[in-house]
T-cell receptor
Framework: AQKVTQAQTEISVVEKEDVTLDCVYETRDTTYYLFWYKQPPSGELVFLIR??????QNEISGRYSWNFQKSTSSFNFTITASQVVDSAVYFC???????????????FGKGTKLSVIP | GAVVSQHPSRVICKSGTSVKIECRSLDFQATTMFWYRQFPKQSLMLMAT?????????EQGVEKDKFLINHASLTLSTLTVTSAHPEDSSFYIC???????????FGPGTRLTVL
């Protein structure tokens, strides 16, 4: 069974601070995808990144960076110089590539609510 | 990019009525669509996987007679909440899978309130 754990339920930071959102996953599969999504108050899920299990290179996109550590089954997300617009709920998710239904289902973590205070 | 729409975005209905929510992939064909439910301050829970031209696959604990799913075309899946009750009030989100990239694209969600 797959599982995604986001231990931080809520985080508050002051604007311009850096913040790291943790994500730990469990899967028996050797091939899988990891995702991060942002859900602002409007409710719509915004795709941030997808990483496959073969690619452990860290990725940077503007103020966002992701650290994938297969050895610790973690896929952490860091926002540098946080801004008020970053305030949202962030979800980490896992998808195997060979589910029984062949449908690449996503398993979501419970989410971390980030509040950036001006 | 791949766009998924949902209609309506918000619906309020009386207890006992049925509500239909549409999920459309606007610029791509999707053989597989997914329906999720999200209670306030909680995560997304997969309800069912909808496959074009065949019966939906429901997750454990989801009543298939209450949540009717129809995926009649490659761009449209519908979720009908039958005989809605206040406990069905929730945020319903659909996604459509773009086969080429093994990626799900999410709709904006439908907020259902049952009075």
């Amino acid at each position: 069974a797959q599982k995604v754990t986001q231990a931080q339920t809520e985080i508050s930071v002051v604007e311009k601070e850096d913040v790291t959102l943790d994500c730990v996953y469990e899967t028996r599969d050797t091939t899988y995808y990891l995702f991060w999504y942002k859900q602002p108050p409007s409710g719509e899920l915004v795709f941030l990144i997808r990483r496959n299990s073969f690619d452990e290179q860290n990725e940077i996109s503007g103020r966002y960076s992701w650290n994938f550590q297969k050895s610790t089954s973690s896929f952490n997300f860091t926002i540098t110089a946080s801004q008020v617009v970053d305030s949202a709920v962030y979800f980490c998710a896992l998808s195997d590539l060979f589910s029984g239904a062949g449908s690449y289902q996503l398993t979501f973590g419970k989410g971390t609510k980030l509040s950036v205070i001006p | 990019g791949a766009v998924v729409s949902q209609h309506p975005s918000r619906v309020i209905c009386k207890s006992g009525t049925s509500v239909k929510i549409e999920c459309r992939s606007l610029d791509f064909q999707a053989t597989t669509m997914f329906w999720y439910r999200q209670f306030p301050k909680q995560s997304l829970m997969l309800m069912a996987t909808s496959n074009e031209g065949s019966k939906a696959t429901y997750e454990q604990g989801v009543e298939k007679d209450k949540f009717l799913i129809n995926h009649a075309s490659l761009t449209l899946s519908t979720l009908t909440v039958t005989s809605a009750h206040p406990e069905d009030s929730s945020f319903y989100i659909c996604s459509a899978r773009l086969d080429l990239y093994n990626e799900q694209f999410f709709g904006p969600g439908t907020r259902l309130t049952v009075l």
